[in-house]
């Protein structure tokens, strides 16, 4: 009888337990344990992860952002110091191409100069020379023209004589040289 | 009972613990748990070892976690909300690991139990009521009361506050235990049918292959699924948290 009893039990106690079992997520029987070893693990994932991983990872994050800002900050230094080199040298090859300029001009200026006097001194030489040999010329030339009448006159008395036997006088041969010369 | 849906859900005592009346004994839940926390602190901490400038790929992945996160963070509770970072970065890991470990075959899915996705939940907002009346007392409850409503329609207005306010902790804990059990389930049913079609014949062999590329396709989705609700998750959890940084919206 006492068995029975037991037996009944259990067979009550089975579809009970099957019951409560029907679907596990609404087993209210295994909830606490399962919060208990949620509270236990994820505890332990939260003090693992505020204290080790994150911090390490954020560690690994930030050192690589300062370094890529290092190197930018250098590479801009670096950009700078270049335009600085740049514009010294933009400004001396300015100031070397100004400088030449004005050598160039002030040696242009000068030979300018000085072959304006050169040659003002020759002209003014060439021109003494040329009213020394016009002064030269006119002299012979009026040498020239005052023998001129002397040798046409002996011409003439001496075609005439030629022409007519007897020689002009002296005062006919002057007047008509006078007036063929005129 | 291997073609029972149902059956994986079941929580089996591996170390039975028995305090009193109650049952803290080691179940193959608890045992997940461990493993989740386990492998995910393995792979965040060994894959960072080499604090390299340039990732590995390991590392690359374990920064794009971190990243991701403190993205979602930033965007929803401002720089303010960083100092809840290693919190909500625990929550997606875990939640994540979970979630995927359940992918495995005979592995057991710690997220499909309603009790530990609500005492996530919970977690959640606690630190939300705590650190909001801490740091803003009983301005705090201005996150009832919406700036700018005028006082007669507050009558209605803080009181659907107050409800929805209410309501996170279950929408928050149902829809990931919901979405891990349903899936699961799916999951299984379409694979039983591959087994009982096969049984009966050629025929059955044939028509077996329906079942089979739903269940290739449902695995694709529920390892979207699984990402998915540890993103729906964590973002919630920021916005709610944003809700103790600032509490007058």
Redesign the interface.
């Known amino acids: 009888m006492a068995g029975n009893a037991e037996q009944t039990n259990t067979e009550l106690h089975i579809p009970e337990a099957e019951h409560g079992?029907g679907?596990?997520?609404?087993?209210a029987?295994?909830?606490?344990?399962?919060?208990?070893?949620?509270?236990i693990?994820?505890g332990?994932?939260?003090w693992?992860?505020?204290n080790?991983?994150?911090p390490?990872?954020?560690?690994?994050?930030e050192?690589?952002r300062d370094?890529i800002a290092g190197d930018l900050a250098e590479a801009n230094r670096l950009k700078e110091e270049t335009d600085a080199a740049i514009a010294a040298y933009e400004q001396a090859l300015a100031e070397a191409r100004n400088k030449a300029h004005g050598i160039a001009h002030e040696t242009r200026a000068k030979l300018k100069t000085d072959q304006e006097t050169r040659r003002e001194k020759a002209e003014a030489e060439l021109g003494e020379k040329l009213k020394a040999a016009e002064a030269h010329i006119a002299g012979i030339k009026t040498e020239a023209l005052s023998q001129i009448g002397d040798i046409a006159g002996e011409t003439t008395s001496a075609l005439v004589e030629q022409l007519i036997g007897k020689a002009p006088t002296k005062t006919d041969l002057n007047k008509a040289l006078k007036s063929a010369m005129n | 009972m291997a073609n029972d849906p149902i059956h994986q859900f079941e929580i089996q005592k591996i170390f039975p613990i028995e305090v009193g009346e109650m049952d803290f004994s080691f179940t193959n839940s608890s045992l997940f748990m461990v493993l989740t926390v386990a492998a995910t602190c393995a792979f965040l901490i060994l894959s960072t070892s080499g604090r390299g400038l340039v990732p590995s790929r390991l590392q690359s992945v374990s920064e794009m976690a971190y990243e991701f996160v403190a993205g979602i963070l930033r965007s929803s509770a401002g720089t303010e909300g960083m100092r809840f970072f290693p919190l909500v970065f625990s929550l997606f890991m875990f939640v994540l690991v979970a979630n995927l470990f359940g992918m495995f075959p005979y592995f057991f899915t710690v997220t499909s139990h309603i009790i530990v996705t609500f005492a996530l939940a919970m977690l959640v907002i606690l630190t939300v009521i705590i650190y909001g009346l801490l740091r803003h007392g009983l301005k705090f409850f201005h996150l009832f009361a919406p700036a700018g409503v005028p006082p007669v329609l507050l009558l209605i207005v803080a009181p659907i506050e107050v409800v929805s306010f209410l309501s996170r902790p279950i929408s928050l804990s149902v829809r990931l235990f919901a979405n891990m059990l349903a899936g699961h389930i799916t999951l299984k049913v379409f694979a039983g049918f591959i087994v009982s079609m096969s049984a009966a014949g050629v025929a059955g062999v044939a028509g077996a292959i329906l079942p089979l590329g739903m269940t290739v396709a449902l695995t694709a989705l529920e390892f979207l699924v699984a990402f998915l609700q540890a993103y729906v998750f964590t973002v919630l959890t920021c916005m709610y948290l944003n809700d103790a940084l600032h509490p007058s919206h």
């Open positions: 079992a679907f596990p997520p609404f087993d029987t295994t909830y606490a344990s399962q919060i208990l070893w949620l509270a693990t994820f332990l994932f939260y693992i992860m505020k080790v991983a994150v390490r990872i954020a560690g690994i994050l050192d690589r370094r």
